[in-house]
């Protein structure tokens, strides 16, 4: 689950070139033992995925997919993140799921219900736990049964986006280098990246500082950080096909493209160590 921001963007050059290193007291490193604690929790957060990855079909509704992740955490003892996250608009309802599940246009924060994915869809489910204190955090977009080119090619650039920035990891120093190369690669593919909401930090609550943006901006060149170990981060690329722009619908959540295009959006939680970068979310490893 993500942060919005609406940060404004500047140019690339811009925010690369001139930037002020966020001092490390604002950001919590874990230590060995805590990064192990965190892998038990991104295991369950994987193996919750790949539950959904498997049922996945046309036919399915997405609280069908909700309840697989529900019962699964249930299972373990772990503590979904998700549910009951008061809503950040006044008068609406805290989340009532265990998973975002976000089809199509909507980029992110779908409330799964009733609805029966088709044939051609793509659903972005994103999900989090908390085992033994400690927190995992990912997301993956699915196709539906056969999908179309364009979709196909949305799924293979977003996914991409965020191997560039794990590969970048590990010889940038600053996190605006990581940004950079996202934004960039995502442009050249005639995609958008998704402004308003970024990835963040992470460890025995879901949102840490500091704040993840996977494009450059102003935000960003004030309060670029260091990329040293401990460091834990859920980095979560969001593209859309078309426009950038987004709107959220009347149930205070789900949020959409404004030209109604589709978006996908792939997340790991990923730690620094003194040997690079460590994906926790995985299921082997």
């Known amino acids: 689950m993500n942060n919005p921001l609406g940060w404004l963007g500047k140019s690339v050059s811009e925010g690369v070139r001139s930037r002020t ?20 929790a991104g295991r369950i957060v994987a193996q919750a995925l790949d539950k959904v990855r498997q049922a996945v079909i046309p036919g399915v509704t997405t609280g069908e997919l909700n309840r697989l992740v529900a019962e699964h955490f249930d299972s373990v003892s772990a503590v979904p993140l998700f549910k009951g996250v008061p809503s950040s608009m006044k008068g609406k309802p805290s989340f009532p799921a265990v998973v975002c599940a976000s089809v199509n246009e909507q980029v992110v924060h779908g409330v799964p219900g009733s609805r029966v994915l088709k044939e051609g869809d793509v659903i972005s489910i994103d999900t989090g736990c908390r085992l033994n204190g400690w927190c995992g955090d990912s997301a993956y977009t699915f196709a539906v049964g056969n999908i179309s080119a364009e979709k196909q090619r949305l799924l293979d650039v977003t996914r991409e986006t965020l191997a560039i920035a794990i590969e970048t990891m590990k010889t940038a120093k600053t996190w605006s280098v990581v940004a950079h190369e996202m934004e960039i690669y995502v442009r050249r593919h005639g995609m958008s990246v998704i402004e308003q909401f970024v990835g963040h930090g992470i460890g025995q609550t879901m949102h840490e500082e500091p704040q993840v943006p996977n494009y450059v901006s102003e935000s960003l060149r004030k309060q670029d950080f260091l990329l040293e170990p401990g460091l834990v981060l859920a980095i979560e690329p969001m593209v859309a096909l078309g426009t950038k722009n987004v709107r959220v619908l009347p149930d205070g959540w789900t949020v959409e493209t404004t030209d109604r295009r589709a978006a996908a959006h792939f997340e790991h939680t990923v730690a620094m160590t003194s040997d690079g970068p460590r994906i926790l979310t995985l299921l082997e490893g």
């Open 21 to 40: 290193v966020r001092h490390r007291s604002t950001v919590q490193l874990k230590s060995a033992r805590e990064l192990g604690l965190m892998r038990d």
